[in-house]
């Protein structure tokens, strides 16, 4: 893997995620500055450990947080950026929401975007949103692309697979889905999509939070694959820049550790495909590092025909119908880079599930099963950003590391599909030139793993902020309000989720129609059993909401109908 290499060891570290919080700082060499601008040949890039003591920040006075939290939220910031560029470990930044308080370049309006974090984005309308290059509009919906979606003649989720899964989720006895996983020693290939049903994949992959791979046969009617790569299956950089020339994309730096991520910047589609002909060209190097176009929202700035159709397997997907019904955001990402480029150690936003198309090239995935990443944890408490290097075999920085198994490692050849669950930490390395479509989604089948996450993240602001407690006025308000200025979501935007999906799924059985015919009178082919699933497994997160004291905390006038008024609708069906 061709990136950039340091002098020092800088980490950017968390409970789990490319971009959770910085806890710690240390010095990337002996000036205090970033170190090392060399092009690493070998695949492991090498970070050498470093014996600096750590040093902990400046603080806050009480009268600062008590005269304006927005005001303390930006000092936090601009404190975070000062230590980051010195190059000093915050020790006293120990929660995960508060902890991640750095400028997300995927989108210049919001702090905080899906793919660099764990956390809804909060953008304004797209009426609001600021100006882009001129983007050429289609007018005919595609397939899967955004919604509504074509109609599909696999059946959904039919009775016994409902009673199975509900059987599941009482034997679990309030344990977290994503917890409850047999240890694996492969990932299984699903070779034939003739024979391989939604209810299979919903027993023996959803329900057990385990991953696979799906063969390119699943994919091999995406206009995509046909369109967007050349017969010799490299990247079609001419249709590309013909259809998506002035589209302006985010583009990370791999050669560039930013906290436990890498910086972005934006530019038009046409310059990075100019930079990859280049880097090419170069025989894989450049001076302006290796560039990943990450987390193109394609579907989000306009429609695209017959780019891919959304798999069945995946159709229940709450996330995306929510920012649908919104209108303001998605969470389906285009990805394009060279050899070399790659992502971080990281779990999923939120502790989505995930799925992964590679349109073109190959890439080498490291899964670890939820827990495992506990081992990977440094001596400061954080997690690696890059499970490959050297560094991990020092027992002094890492004194767990050999308590944690080796990761399952899957190669993801061209047309294939990888389901990555819930929880599972992974990392993720481009062998070849490559493009992947990748959607983040959540469903009743994870739903209790990300209210699980939205308590952790409201825990660790409330650590972060413990101390002013007794002399902020309204003080769980304000962790409330840190919480949604950091993640973008808080408990009352929760509840909202919970009560948008739960009334559509209520409308649905009262009109005896299938998820998908809600709006548009497209079918998804979930069916009834599947909106009946998901009331249920509403109903059960909604319950442990309803009765959390901080939840109770929040003011019931923002919320119509009141939450135990819906949760009584969902618990008499």
């Known amino acids: 893997m061709k990136r950039a290499c340091a002098q020092g060891l800088a980490r950017r570290v968390s409970g789990s995620g490319?971009?959770?919080?910085?806890?710690?700082?240390?010095?990337?060499?002996?000036?205090?500055?970033?170190?090392?601008?060399?092009?690493?040949?070998?695949?492991?890039?090498?970070?050498?450990?470093?014996?600096?003591?750590?040093?902990?920040?400046?603080?806050?006075?009480?009268?600062?947080?008590?005269?304006?939290?927005?005001?303390?939220?930006?000092?936090?910031?601009?404190?975070?950026?000062?230590?980051?560029?010195?190059?000093?470990?915050?020790s006293a930044l120990r929660g995960s929401a508060a902890g991640r308080l750095h400028r997300c370049f995927h989108h210049p309006y919001q702090p905080l975007c899906p793919r660099c974090s764990f956390d809804i984005p909060r953008a304004p309308p797209r009426s609001q949103q600021p100006s882009r290059l001129p983007v050429p509009r289609r007018q005919t919906p595609s397939p899967g692309f955004p919604a509504p979606h074509g109609r599909?003649?696999?059946?959904?989720?039919?009775?016994?697979?409902?009673?199975?899964?509900?059987?599941?989720?009482?034997?679990?006895?309030?344990?977290?889905?994503?917890?409850?996983?047999?240890?694996?020693?492969?990932?299984?290939?699903?070779?034939?999509?003739?024979?391989?049903?939604?209810?299979?994949?919903?027993?023996?992959?959803?329900?057990?939070?385990?991953p696979c791979v799906f063969s390119s046969a699943f994919t091999e009617d995406w206009g995509s694959r046909r369109l967007?790569?050349?017969?010799?299956?490299?990247?079609?950089?001419?249709?590309?820049?013909?259809?998506?020339?002035?589209?302006?994309?985010?583009?990370?730096?791999?050669?560039?550790?930013?906290?436990?991520?890498?910086?972005?910047?934006?530019?038009?589609?046409?310059?990075?495909?100019?930079?990859?002909?280049?880097?090419?060209?170069?025989?894989?190097?450049?001076?302006?590092?290796?560039?990943?176009?990450?987390?193109?929202?394609?579907?989000?700035?306009?429609?695209?025909?017959?780019?891919f159709t959304l798999p069945i397997y995946f159709s229940s997907d709450w996330l995306n119908e929510y920012w649908d019904a919104l209108d303001v955001d998605d969470y389906r990402f285009v990805y394009m880079g060279p050899t070399g480029t790659w992502s971080p150690f990281h779990a999923d936003v939120f502790r989505s599930f995930s799925w992964s198309v590679n349109i073109c090239g190959r890439k080498k995935w490291f899964f670890f099963p939820p827990g495992q990443e506990e081992a990977l944890r440094d001596c400061h408490g954080g997690l690696p950003y890059d499970v490959t290097s050297p560094t991990l075999l020092d027992s002094r920085l890492y004194p767990m590391r050999d308590r944690c198994g080796p990761p399952l490692e899957v190669t993801q050849e061209a047309g294939e599909m990888v389901f990555v669950p819930s929880g599972w930490h992974h990392q993720v390395h481009n062998l070849e030139d490559t493009i992947s479509i990748n959607h983040n989604w959540v469903n009743g089948c994870n739903l209790a793993n990300m209210w699980h996450f939205l308590q952790q993240e409201l825990s660790a602001v409330q650590q972060e902020v413990i101390e002013w407690r007794d002399t902020m006025p309204d003080w769980h308000h304000h962790c409330q309000v840190i919480m949604k200025s950091c993640s973008g979501i808080n408990f009352e935007e929760f509840y909202h989720f919970l009560k948008?999906?739960?009334?559509?799924?209520?409308?649905?059985?009262?009109?005896?129609?299938?998820?998908?015919?809600?709006?548009?009178?497209?079918?998804?082919?979930?069916?009834?059993?599947?909106?009946?699933?998901?009331?249920?497994r509403i109903a059960e997160v909604l319950e442990s909401v309803v009765a959390h004291p901080d939840f109770q905390r929040v003011d019931p006038s923002t919320f119509s109908p009141r939450p135990e008024v819906l949760l009584r609708q969902l618990e008499e069906l």
Not at 520 to 534: H, N, R, V
Request: with cysteine.
């Open 152 to 210: 599909r003649t696999w059946p959904g989720m039919d009775r016994e697979t409902r009673v199975f899964a509900e059987s599941h989720f009482r034997g679990l006895e309030g344990r977290l889905p994503s917890r409850v996983c047999p240890k694996l020693d492969r990932v299984d290939f699903i070779e034939k999509p003739d024979s391989f049903s939604y209810a299979d994949f919903f027993k023996g992959y959803l329900l057990p939070n385990l």
């Open 500 to 536: 948008i999906i739960a009334e559509r799924r209520l409308l649905l059985l009262a009109k005896g129609m299938s998820p998908g015919q809600v709006e548009g009178g497209e079918d998804t082919g979930l069916g009834p059993q599947q909106a009946a699933f998901d009331i249920g």
């Open 228 to 307: 967007w790569v050349t017969p010799s299956g490299k990247p079609n950089f001419d249709y590309l820049l013909q259809n998506y020339g002035d589209v302006v994309v985010p583009v990370a730096n791999c050669g560039v550790q930013e906290y436990n991520s890498n910086p972005k910047e934006h530019m038009p589609l046409r310059d990075y495909i100019s930079y990859w002909k280049e880097y090419i060209q170069a025989n894989y190097s450049s001076s302006r590092g290796c560039l990943y176009l990450k987390d193109w929202h394609l579907c989000r700035d306009f429609l695209a025909e017959g780019v």
């Open 18 to 90: 490319r971009n959770s919080e910085c806890r710690l700082l240390v010095p990337l060499d002996c000036s205090g500055t970033t170190a090392g601008s060399a092009v690493c040949t070998s695949p492991v890039s090498l970070w050498p450990a470093v014996g600096c003591e750590p040093r902990t920040p400046r603080g806050f006075t009480p009268e600062a947080v008590l005269a304006n939290t927005s005001f303390f939220f930006s000092q936090f910031k601009e404190q975070r950026r000062r230590n980051a560029q010195v190059g000093f470990r915050a």
